[in-house]
């Protein structure tokens, strides 16, 4: 099982660089059944930075996350918890 940083979530949820996309979902799709880690820091940061740089609402954030978090290739150990909680934060007012 290999971690995941902010700069590999981001080119899975953004389509700015296709090529490095296409690089980033190759390397989480080797991973097969081991899955990949995602730590809740890197949720947060990935939520700051789609926020930030990329001028995202919150929904369009919350909806990235629950993506991540659902995803059968990226499925990791309490991630669902992780990224469902950070989503909700971000939609509740």
Not at 15 to 27: F, G, V, W
Not at 61 to 86: F, S, T
């Amino acid at each position: 099982m290999i971690g995941l940083d902010t700069n590999v979530l981001l080119r899975l949820v953004e389509d700015s660089d296709p090529e490095q996309r296409m690089l980033a979902d190759a390397l989480v799709r080797a991973q097969g059944v081991r899955g990949c880690f995602v730590n809740p820091i890197v949720l947060a940061e990935l939520a700051w930075t789609l926020a930030r740089t990329y001028k995202q609402s919150r929904n369009e954030i919350a909806d990235r996350l629950e993506l991540i978090a659902w995803a059968p290739a990226k499925n990791a150990h309490a991630r669902p918890l992780h990224a469902g909680r950070l989503a909700l934060c971000l939609t509740a007012r």
